[in-house]
């Protein structure tokens, strides 16, 4: 069974330092979501992209986060600099198109010192 | 604001009896709605959906139904197993806007 892959799967930084995270979604699934989940809560978007453009990013804080699909398969998440604030699970999901069932990787959990 | 609520931060259901995750909503534009289960240190699941035309669905053990004029869906795990023992999200759909999730019910099945 396809699954959406996710890395590192743990990540401990500094505040001020730079992180990243990579998500390689299901093959064919042409639209690909990050996501936050902060304990207690559900998950909230951050971004959703459509093949390589970017189709919602208005909860993503641009001051800090960058993403990217370069070439509508894999995407990357940037923070810099992490704040203590970012500490979370950061989950990406993949769908076949918008309002498709989506499908969830492992995430990766984030601890900001 | 929240749109989806799931008002049950917890419940516990022995093992071999039925569980019940409710999950309310506000905005009347949700057309689709999604039951996704999480284990520790793991991405959510997907369970089950229903569309907003349709007042049930069912899947093995799992059945989600769906009352529009109460705002209320409901998904019910027939019987309940150990394995079961998770946490719930409630998710909803409305025209081409982000899915948006409830917080959540941890489900304990006690064997």
């Known amino acids: 069974e396809a699954e959406v892959a996710q890395s590192p799967r743990y990540k401990i930084t500094e505040k001020s330092q730079a992180v990243a995270f990579w998500c390689d979604p299901i093959s064919g699934h042409a639209t690909l979501y990050w996501y936050r989940q902060i304990l207690g809560q559900g998950p909230e978007l951050l971004v959703q992209f459509q093949d390589e453009s970017v189709v919602d990013d208005s909860q993503l804080p641009k001051d800090r986060f960058s993403a990217e699909r370069l070439k509508g398969v894999d995407s990357t998440l940037k923070i810099q600099p992490a704040e203590l604030g970012d500490s979370a699970m950061y989950l990406c999901a993949s769908s076949r198109g918008q309002r498709e069932t989506q499908y969830f990787g492992p995430g990766t959990r984030l601890l900001v010192l | 604001d929240q749109q989806v609520k799931q008002n049950s931060p917890s419940l516990s259901v022995q093992e071999g009896r039925i569980s019940i995750l409710n999950c309310d909503y506000t905005?009347?534009?949700?057309?689709?709605f999604l039951w996704y289960k999480k284990y520790p240190a793991e991405g959510p699941t997907f369970l089950i959906s229903?569309?907003?035309?349709?007042d049930k669905n069912e899947d093995g053990r799992f059945t989600v139904f769906l009352n529009k004029s109460a705002k209320h869906l409901s998904l019910h795990i027939v019987p309940s197993q150990p394995g079961d023992s998770a946490v719930y999200f409630c998710a909803a759909y409305s025209g081409n806007t982000p899915l948006v999730f409830g917080k959540g019910t941890r489900l304990s099945v006690i064997a």
């Open positions: 229903i569309s907003s035309i349709k």
């Open positions: 905005n009347s534009m949700f057309d689709y």
